[in-house]
């Protein structure tokens, strides 16, 4: 599997805090079968987006790191990126921005007001008008977005894509954010599956993955994970999404009992 969304840079920003912890990362999720992290440390303004060259450095420094400990696991470069008119300047200064380095996708932190920054849609349209793919972490848990599909069809249309943090399904980000993942699940409205882990023990997204992976989801599960992660470090297209399951069908049943033991598991 890749992991699209990591935070497993030592001591870089609120994600491990030392190597041991990234070790204990890679580790864990190697062991579960994620064979690509993406190192995805936040980047919110113009001072951080103009020292991102050492994203790239750390990564380097780390991928030796765990080569040495003997885990079978790649990190590679990239950001999460607060969505504001820096990012553009970024770009045109080929700053490595882009996931993996190729120049085709962008992820980007959605802010968790119920209301976007001014330039939001600016910022976004300035980097598609590049052909550069925005990709939105984790809908469920912004106001913005969260329990309004019709919000994320408009910005799919434009050609935005979706990414859903794995704690999400297992309650950790709180029910509304579970039940909106489930509906993006559902409704097929989501590119990535991703683990958006910031502490060494995380769950891991292996786990989730196979929660999901229920008769008639299998295919879809393998697209989140590794198909669509595929594309990204490749810079290929991205694989098309399948059809909404039927309205009838509902979530794996055992959902609802194990949500309020682990929803503080990640």
């Known amino acids: 599997m890749v992991d699209l969304h990591s935070h497993i840079i030592p001591a870089f920003d609120d994600g491990c805090k030392n190597l041991e912890e990234s070790l204990q990362m890679a580790t864990t999720q190697s062991t579960d079968g994620t064979v690509t992290m993406i190192a995805t440390p936040h980047v919110e303004n113009q001072v951080d987006i103009d020292k991102s060259e050492e994203i790239v450095d750390r990564v380097a420094g780390l991928n030796e790191e ?87 069809e408009s910005y799919i249309e434009r050609g935005v894509v979706f990414q859903v943090n794995s704690g999400s399904f297992i309650g950790k980000h709180g029910p509304h954010a579970e039940d909106f993942a489930f509906t993006l699940f559902n409704r097929r409205l989501a590119q990535f599956l991703a683990s958006d882990a910031h502490r060494g023990q995380s769950r891991t997204l292996g786990s989730v993955a196979k929660m999901l992976s229920t008769p008639g989801n299998e295919a879809y599960v393998q697209m989140l994970t590794v198909e669509s992660g595929k594309a990204v470090i490749n810079g290929a297209p991205l694989p098309p999404r399948p059809a909404p399951i039927p309205e009838e069908e509902k979530r794996p049943w055992y959902s609802r009992f194990t949500r309020p033991f682990h929803r503080h598991a990640l």
């Open 66 to 152: 765990i080569k040495k400990a003997g885990i079978r696991l790649t990190v590679l470069p990239g950001a999460e990126l607060f969505p504001c008119a820096s990012v553009i300047r970024g770009l045109e200064d080929q700053c490595p921005l882009t996931l993996a380095g190729t120049g085709r996708y962008v992820l980007f932190d959605l802010p968790h007001g119920s209301t976007m920054p001014s330039d939001f849609d600016q910022t976004v349209f300035g980097v598609l008008a590049r052909r550069i793919t925005p990709i939105f972490a984790h809908p469920e848990r912004s106001p913005f977005f969260c329990g309004n599909i019709e919000q994320v």
